[in-house]
């Protein structure tokens, strides 16, 4: 999937799997990591998500990556933000208080740029991919994570064939499959949230699943 389509999607405003307040299950399930404030969370494919805010709100610092100017731009003018702006080898960076957003492309950071995270949020990023760049995505920016960063991983699981993604359907084998090797994968949560999404409903999709899974990186 090129970046030109989701540079056109924030063009377009065509963003349905933005959310106007924080993400319920990570709200519910956050807990489970154990963090401490003050730690440091790292958001993939952040889009103008108002889990930065909240991380932030709670205490947390946050590393933020977005492909999107546009994105980037609505979430500091959404906010308020008068953001300190710098250049890198990883894109230009917008720091204000314990938030750091960057604009570039994820596949472009380092070990370096996430050395000091202790903490992954993935709610909206694994799924946004077709299969080849999620392996991708797992096998080349998640091991650059530090030994011992946990994580909670948000994902859906729908047949695959009653519609096409994004977002994408990724079962626990998949998920598994991808991160068994680095990371202890335990699921925390299955739910059953066809009736609470009549649009995929509405597409002809018959069974939608969420789950959420607790990783820590060996």
Same mark, same amino acid.
């Given at each position: 999937?090129?970046?030109? #389509? ?17 993400? +319920?299950?990570?709200?519910?399930? &956050?807990?489970?990591?154990?963090? %401490?404030?003050?730690?440091?969370? #790292? ?10 805010? &909240? #991380? ?74 077709? %299969? ?13 994570? %530090? ?11 729908? %047949? ?6 994004? +977002? ?10 991808? #991160? ?39």
């Amino acid at each position: 999937m090129h970046p030109d #389509f989701w540079l056109q999607r924030w063009q377009d405003n065509q963003i349905g799997f933005h959310q106007d307040k924080p993400t +319920p299950l990570l709200l519910k399930h &956050w807990p489970a990591l154990g963090m %401490p404030v003050g730690a440091k969370v #790292f958001v993939p494919l952040a889009g103008k998500s108002l889990d930065i805010a &909240w #991380f932030a709100s709670q205490g947390y610092r946050v590393l933020a990556v977005e492909l999107s100017q546009l994105a980037v731009d609505q979430f500091i003018e959404e906010h308020g933000l008068l953001p300190e702006v710098s250049e890198s080898r990883y894109g230009t960076h917008y720091v204000a208080g314990g938030v750091e957003i960057i604009r570039g492309d994820a596949f472009a950071l380092d070990a370096e740029a996430l050395a000091d995270c202790s903490v992954v949020f993935d709610r909206a990023a694994l799924i946004a991919l077709p %299969p080849e760049l999620r392996r991708r995505y797992a096998q080349e920016i998640y091991p650059l994570l %530090p030994q011992g960063c946990r994580g909670l991983l948000i994902t859906l699981e729908y %047949p695959q064939r009653e519609k096409q993604g994004p +977002p994408f359907s990724v079962t626990e084998a998949e998920v598994r499959e991808l #991160f068994d090797e680095h990371w202890h994968v335990e699921v925390l949560e299955r739910r059953d949230i066809i009736e609470q999404q009549p649009s995929f409903a509405a597409e002809g999709v018959t069974a939608l699943d969420t789950v959420v899974y607790r990783l820590v990186r060996r």
